[in-house]
């Protein structure tokens, strides 16, 4: 086989795509992505042991994340960016090592060659592809608990990433971050020892989502409840997509006076909870659906679109918008225009995409109406009493948490048959693109309380365990499993990993998964979380409806 990936719920087979990958990377992409993981791991190596000796380096720390990010699905499909990232990670383990030595560190006689290999030219980067990916672990269950701890790792990236570009730091992550990285290579790690990493990976994992609720909260205060136009204004306009609530900031200053309005898509969506952002009278509300529908919405967009994290798909060869896309962060695809980061104490320059938008026709409306959204925890705190009535009086019977990710494959269809199937005396609460799978539907409400409560983005997920939490103390329970709650959540990529295996650490239980369980889980590791914390696949919606209600 040429590559082999199986971190994604849509890899070929559910088993691992072995040619291409079906996000849309090819495979030199692919072994280059390993390649950088590799040697991120050895970069880790040596800001572990400078931290040892007292000594920290802000930049490594970041550049480890950063490259993290760049690895998630549908993030990064550029070849000579990763080339540029292996090089860069070469140079920045040399450093860091030079500063270990320095400082008076002793290495062991025998070091992981992760930190000794050095190649310069592509071709030894190609060559050197063959025995650094997933599956030179040779065994399964091993294989399969450390590519778990990795993919909650990335997904921590993520969240760890957003909350830097706001401000917010906790180092603690950082360290973990790195330490666990070299943990996946320590082969004196028994089975036992990573099912214990695992939970902890998914402690940090709450830790760090904590932190970018901290960040975007106290930056652009808590959502509310806000009704969100899906229709479209006479003017042109940039569609901006993906998770950086930073960068959503910095092109609503920007195109602020210019007559360019701005829309999100798919995961940005939230952005229109966020009272700092209402002020923008340029920011319309939401255009389109669901990342994997991109490839006709961005047609009758018009305007350029702006990738602030993951979630591109390849555009088709003959696409009209081909050349109106740009990226940031994380984000990359050959022939999409790359906007640099942001100078220290700065905004990023949109100035390019801003004049590129003044260019084009106005978008083509394709819906109207609005949406309603902003459930995060502070909104819900602040409706417990409302809340805790309609359950006593059994006007709520059941809540169910429906978070995560949507998909292209045809199976997710089960999530909008699900939402339309609920009891009229139940309440779906979401985060993340998964909503887009029901969001629009006529669903109604229960005593004034919209029966679909979107909280956000994937990683207000953690608002959702803190509504579960606060219902658990309002309840007076011991338990959380307890609670009236379901969990019925979809998956597709990293993020949703690092968001289940907090929900893990946090003691929830019975979580089903779907529209498959991830290939990534061997059958012994599969056994474990069945076991110990009742994972399920999905069904049809009838028999699970049953199931959840009795």
Known sequence: MSMFCFQCQETAKGTGCTIAGVCGKSEKVANMMDLLMYLTKGVSFYTVRNRELG?????????????????????????????????????????LKETYLKAGGKLPEKLHDSVTWTGSTVEEFEAKNASVGVLSTTNEDVRSLRELIIYGLKGMAAYTEHAYNLGFEDKSIYKFIEETLLATLDDSLDAGQLVALVNETGKFGVTAMALLDKANTTKYGNPEISKVNIGVRNNPGILISGHDLRDMEDLLKQTEGTGVDVYTHSEM???????????????????????????????TFNGPILFTTNCIVPPKKDASYADKVYTTGAAGFTGFKHIAGRPEGGQKDFSEIIEHAKRCKPPVEIEKGEIVGGFAHNQVIALADKVVEAVKSGAIRKFFVMAGCDGRFKERNYYTEFAQALPKDTVILTAGCAKYRYNKLPLGDINGIPRVLDAGQCNDSYSLAVIAMKLKEVFGLNDINELPIAFNIAWYEQKAVIVLLALLYLGVKNIHLGPTLPGFLSPNVAKVLVENFGIAGIGTVEDDIKLFLN
């Open 55 to 95: 000594i920290e380096n802000n930049a490594a720390d970041k550049f480890i994340v950063e490259s993290l990010f760049m690895t998630i699905t549908n993030a990064n499909f550029d070849y000579d960016r990763f080339v540029t990232r292996i090089r860069e990670a070469l140079k920045l383990r040399e450093e």
């Open 269 to 299: 969506l939230p952005a229109n909870y966020y009272p700092a952002f209402k002020k923008y009278s340029h920011f319309v509300g939401n255009y389109g659906s669901s990342w994997w529908r991109q490839k006709e919405e961005f047609e």
